[in-house]
């Protein structure tokens, strides 16, 4: 299976909404509400942030949402704090895990 | 909190095999499913392989089939992944994770830990 399309990039300034989308196929992202996000800082391991298309683990700040139309699943970022600066990959867990290619987040 | 520690990674040639483990501590090694994720160098993330709580529902990536096989030991809350014919390609940062679901078949990589590097080279 090939990866999940993302944004290669997406930049905002701090206190803004940005968006970062994954889009696959029916097989994965349109089947089922089986998408996670992983936010994943220089050097470090990913972290889980959003899962079942758009639930939070514990401790993970409202900020971050996430939602799904038809084959593509979205992360939004709302209040951009600097400290947001990472890569965020999207997986889907459906038949199998497959992750996104990931995309630079940058807080300008 | 969740502790994970890979290790057995290094450099080998061509063809040859590897080991890695994975220790576990922090929850109840044996009530969740476990994977492999690896990251070459500069890259994305791609998930390896799973294996679920009770051992029965085990997957791979089609680009390890056949040459991989993951385990566990319960007794010694400790996750394996045994690398055989390795390629310049499987030169990557290889990551432990607890999977998300307790009881699960394993589908959600959760909790992480720091990474062993493989290094495939002659």
């Known amino acids: 299976q090939s990866a999940l399309t993302q944004p290669r990039s997406v930049s905002g300034s701090p206190g803004q909404s940005v968006t970062v989308s994954c889009t696959g196929t029916s097989s994965d992202v349109g089947g089922y509400n089986y998408v996670s996000w992983y936010q994943q800082h220089p050097d470090k391991a990913p972290k889980l942030m959003i899962y079942d298309v758009s639930k939070r683990p514990s401790g993970v700040p409202d900020r971050f949402s996430g939602s799904k139309s038809g084959n593509t699943a979205s992360l939004t970022i709302s209040g951009l704090q600097a400290e947001d600066e990472a890569d965020y990959y999207c997986c889907s867990y459906a038949d199998t895990t497959l992750f996104g290619v990931g995309t630079k987040l940058t807080v300008l | 909190e969740v502790y994970l520690v890979e290790s057995g990674g290094g450099l080998v040639q061509p063809g040859r095999s590897l080991r890695l483990s994975c220790a576990a501590s922090?929850?109840?090694?044996?009530?969740?499913?476990m994977h492999w994720v690896r990251q070459a160098p500069g890259k994305g993330l791609e998930w390896v392989s799973c294996?679920?709580?009770?051992?029965?529902?085990?997957d791979y990536a089609d680009s390890v089939k056949g040459r991989f096989t993951i385990s566990r030991d319960d007794a010694k809350n400790s996750l394996y992944l045994q690398m055989n014919s390795l390629r310049a390609e499987d030169t990557a940062l290889y990551y432990c994770?607890?999977?998300?679901?307790?009881?699960?078949?394993?589908?959600?990589?959760?909790?992480w830990g720091q990474g062993t590097l493989v290094t495939v080279s002659s």
């Open positions: 294996i679920s709580w009770n051992s029965n529902n085990i």
């Open positions: 922090g929850f109840r090694f044996d009530d969740y499913a």
């Open positions: 994770a607890k999977d998300f679901f307790l009881y699960g078949p394993g589908s959600l990589p959760d909790s």
